[in-house]
C-alpha cells in the first residue's frame, strides 16, 4: 500500500519503527503517524462505535474528527491520525468509550 | 457543456489555434485557457512577450502568434497545463507536439503510444520523439510527440499502450 | 505566564507570512503550530500554485512551505515557531492558552494577535457515511502526500471544487485510479483548467449529480450514485453503482475561527465566505484593537490570497506595535493591490461580495 514512485515527491522513509497492533507485531516508519502505518498495512478499522458497534476508521487525518480514537500503550481516546509511531508502542482497537487503567 | 465537463468544444479550441499557416511555419504556442482567473505565470514566463495578460491578472492570455518562436518555456510553467506547442513544419502528414505529462514511468523516445483527445479517448496514434525532464521544467516533463495531421484539434494526451 | 510582542496562531501560508512580514518590520513573533511539522496544508498541494509572482505562482504548495520557511528562519531569532502546540483558549486579557505535546498547559499573553488558523473539512450526510474508507479530501491527501501511502486502489470523488479536482489528479499522479468525480452543482466549480487536466487522462466528471448511499459492512465496498434535479432532489431510476475502496469526500471548507468568537470580536454569517466569520477592517483587523485575522479564517479563498493577506495582517499588527518601516504605506498599498488582483475576476464575485458584508470600517 506503498508509494514507491512518484512524479512529483520523493518519500524519505525514517528508521523502521516496530509496535503492535491488537497483539500482532507490525512495522511503520519514523516520522509516520500511527493511522497511518496501519492504513499502510492495510488495517482501515480503528475503532467500534459506543453505541452501535459500527467500525469507525479516520476520517480528516489532521486531529479534527475524533474518528481514529485507538487506545494507545493502555491509554484510550488517543488520536492515532496525529500520534507519531514509537518503537514498542501498543496500539489496539478501541470499543466504545475506552477505559482508564 | 464545458462548465459541466471540463471538455472543450471543437469551436473553442479551434479559436485558440493560429491558422494552419503559422502553424506549418513551425513551432507555436495554443493556450487552451478560457476561463478568467487570477494567473500570470505564462506572462512572467515567456522570454520574448508573446503571451499577454495585461494589467488585471484575470485577463484571459493572448498569444502573439507572430512573435511566439514555440521554445516551450511556457508549457511547464502553467499551473493548469494548459499550454502546448504544435509544429507542422517537420512533414506534410503529420504535426509535431509538445505536452506536458507528469506521470510516471514516461514513455520512451520511440515508442508508440495511444493518442487521446480531451475527454481521454483514443483517437488515434501517437510516436514519442523527445521526452524533456530538464530541472528548469520543475517535474513537470515535456514530451514531444508525432501524430497524423488530421488529429490537429483532437489529439491532447496520450497513455501508454499496457 | 510567557509573554510576547505579536502572537500568530497557525503556521499555514497565511501564518507564516504574517509572521515573515511583521518580523521584517521589527517584531518579535511567536508562531503557534499544533501538528508537528509547520506549513499547514501548503505541505500536501504537489500542484502549481496561481496567482503571479508576488505569490509564488507556478511553484508547487509544497515548494512554497520550503520557501516561506526559509524567509522565515533568515529573520533569526524574531521568529520562533511552537510545534506540537494548540491553541485552545483566547481570553479578554489577550491571554491565549495552549497545550502543547497533548500534556502542558500554559498561558501566553501577547500585546498583539494575529489568528491564522485556516479552516475544517464540511461532511456530507449520507446512509452509511462513516464507513472506513470514506475520507476526507485532506486526509486523502495527507496519506499519499505526506507519509506516501495508497488511500485504496479505486476511489470515487464527491464534489468538483478545485480541490476534489486537484486531489484527484494527485491520485492518478499517485497511480490509483478514479473512477468518477461528483459534484451535486450542475456546474464544476474548479478553474475549468483544472478539471480539463482531469477529463483529458479519462476522469469523467459528473455535474448534477450525489451520492445516495455507501455500502459495505466493515469497510466501503461501494457507492450507489445518482442525478439530482435543479433543486438538488435525487431523480429516482438514476442509480448508478460503483464499486470503490475510497469515496473521498471533498464539499468545501468552513472558516475555522472559535478561537475569535471565544475572545468577543464581532463575528457573522457570510455565506460568501462560506460560514461565521470576524468582521474586519482592509488591514485585516477585527472589532478588538490589536486582533487581526488572516487567510481561510476570515473567509475560504486560495492560497494566494491568503499569503498576501498574511503579509498585509503582519505588516499591520507590526505598524501597530510601533514597528514602523520607513515603506509602509508602499507595502501596505502593494498587499492591497494584490488582494484586489487576485478577487478582481468573475471567480472572485463570491469573494467581493462577501467583503463587502465583513468590512469594518476604518474610524
Keep these: 500500500m506503498r508509494i514507491e514512485q512518484h512524479p512529483i515527491l520523493n518519500f524519505d522513509r525514517g528508521r523502521e519503527i516496530n509496535f503492535t497492533f491488537n497483539g500482532q507485531p507490525m512495522k511503520g516508519y519514523e516520522g509516520e503517524t500511527i493511522a497511518a502505518a496501519l492504513h499502510a498495512a492495510g488495517v482501515k478499522v480503528l475503532a467500534k462505535s459506543p453505541e452501535k458497534h459500527r467500525p469507525r476508521g479516520f476520517y480528516c487525518a489532521i486531529g479534527n474528527c475524533a474518528s481514529c480514537q485507538m487506545t494507545v500503550d493502555g491509554e484510550p481516546n488517543v488520536r492515532t491520525c496525529i500520534t507519531l509511531l514509537r518503537e514498542g508502542m501498543t496500539v489496539e482497537t478501541q470499543e466504545g468509550k475506552g477505559r482508564l487503567k | 457543456m464545458f462548465e459541466k465537463t471540463g471538455v472543450a468544444s471543437r469551436e473553442m479550441v479551434m479559436e485558440k489555434f493560429p491558422p494552419i499557416e503559422r502553424i506549418n511555419k513551425g513551432p507555436v504556442a495554443v493556450v487552451e485557457c478560457y476561463q478568467k482567473i487570477p494567473c500570470n505565470p505564462c506572462q512572467t514566463a515567456c522570454p520574448v512577450g508573446a503571451i499577454c495578460i495585461g494589467e488585471d491578472i484575470n485577463n484571459i492570455p493572448v498569444r502573439d502568434e507572430e512573435k511566439c518562436g514555440g521554445c516551450g518555456i511556457c508549457v511547464s510553467k502553467c499551473p493548469g497545463l494548459s499550454i502546448m506547442i504544435v509544429d507542422g513544419s517537420k512533414s506534410p502528414d503529420t504535426i509535431e507536439f509538445r505536452i506536458p505529462y507528469e506521470f510516471l514511468p514516461l514513455p520512451e523516445p520511440g515508442e508508440k503510444v495511444i493518442g487521446l483527445d480531451r475527454a481521454g479517448q483514443p483517437v488515434c496514434e501517437a510516436k514519442v520523439i523527445r521526452v524533456m525532464n530538464l530541472p528548469a521544467f520543475d517535474r513537470t516533463p515535456v514530451v514531444t510527440l508525432e501524430v497524423g495531421r488530421e488529429y490537429l484539434y483532437d489529439f491532447r494526451n496520450f497513455k501508454r499502450e499496457v | ?363
Design chain 3, 1 to 363: 505566564m510567557k509573554e510576547v510582542e505579536l502572537l500568530i496562531i497557525g503556521s499555514g501560508p497565511a501564518g507564516l507570512c504574517a509572521a515573515i512580514s511583521a518580523a521584517r518590520s521589527g517584531a518579535r513573533v511567536l508562531v503557534l503550530e499544533r501538528t508537528f511539522k509547520p506549513g499547514g496544508q501548503l505541505i500536501k498541494q504537489t500542484h502549481m500554485f496561481f496567482g503571479s509572482e508576488s505569490q509564488y505562482a507556478s511553484h508547487r504548495g509544497v515548494d512554497i512551505a520550503g520557501i516561506l520557511l526559509k524567509k522565515a528562519e533568515e529573520l533569526g531569532d524574531r521568529i520562533e515557531i511552537m510545534l506540537n502546540a494548540t491553541a485552545v483558549g483566547f481570553y479578554e486579557d489577550n491571554v491565549v492558552t495552549v497545550l502543547k505535546d497533548e500534556k502542558e498547559y500554559f498561558k501566553i499573553r501577547a500585546k498583539s494577535i494575529i489568528c491564522a488558523t485556516g479552516a475544517y473539512e464540511k461532511s456530507l450526510a449520507f446512509p452509511n457515511n462513516d464507513l472506513p474508507g470514506i475520507y476526507g479530501a485532506g486526509a486523502v491527501q495527507t496519506l499519499m502526500n505526506v507519509y506516501g501511502i495508497r488511500p485504496g486502489d479505486r476511489v470515487l470523488m464527491v464534489g468538483a471544487g478545485n480541490i476534489g479536482v486537484i486531489v484527484s489528479y494527485q491520485l492518478l499522479q499517485a497511480g490509483i485510479e478514479v473512477v468518477a468525480v461528483l459534484d451535486a452543482a450542475p456546474r464544476i466549480g474548479a478553474y475549468l483548467v483544472h478539471a480539463s487536466k482531469l477529463a483529458r487522462m479519462g476522469v469523467p466528471i459528473l455535474t448534477s449529480h450525489t451520492v445516495k448511499e455507501a455500502i459495505g459492512t466493515d469497510c466501503l465496498e461501494a457507492a450507489i450514485v445518482c442525478e439530482v434535479d435543479d433543486k438538488f432532489r435525487p431523480i429516482p431510476g438514476t442509480e448508478k453503482r460503483y464499486d470503490v475502496d475510497v469515496l473521498c469526500i471533498s464539499v468545501g471548507l468552513s472558516p475555522l475561527n472559535e478561537l475569535l468568537a471565544m475572545r468577543g470580536v464581532e463575528m457573522k454569517y457570510v455565506p460568501q465566505l462560506s460560514g461565521q466569520v470576524p468582521m474586519r477592517t482592509e488591514n485585516c483587523e477585527t472589532s478588538i484593537p490589536g486582533i487581526f485575522v488572516a487567510g481561510d479564517a476570515s473567509g475560504i479563498e486560495e492560497a494566494s490570497s491568503a499569503m498576501a493577506e498574511g503579509y498585509l495582517a503582519g505588516l499591520c499588527a507590526a505598524a501597530k506595535l510601533g514597528h514602523v518601516p520607513e515603506d509602509f504605506e508602499e507595502r501596505r498599498q502593494e498587499y492591497l493591490k494584490q488582494l484586489e488582483g487576485l478577487r478582481s475576476g468573475p471567480v472572485g464575485d463570491r469573494i467581493r461580495a462577501g467583503m463587502k458584508l465583513s468590512e469594518l470600517k476604518e474610524e
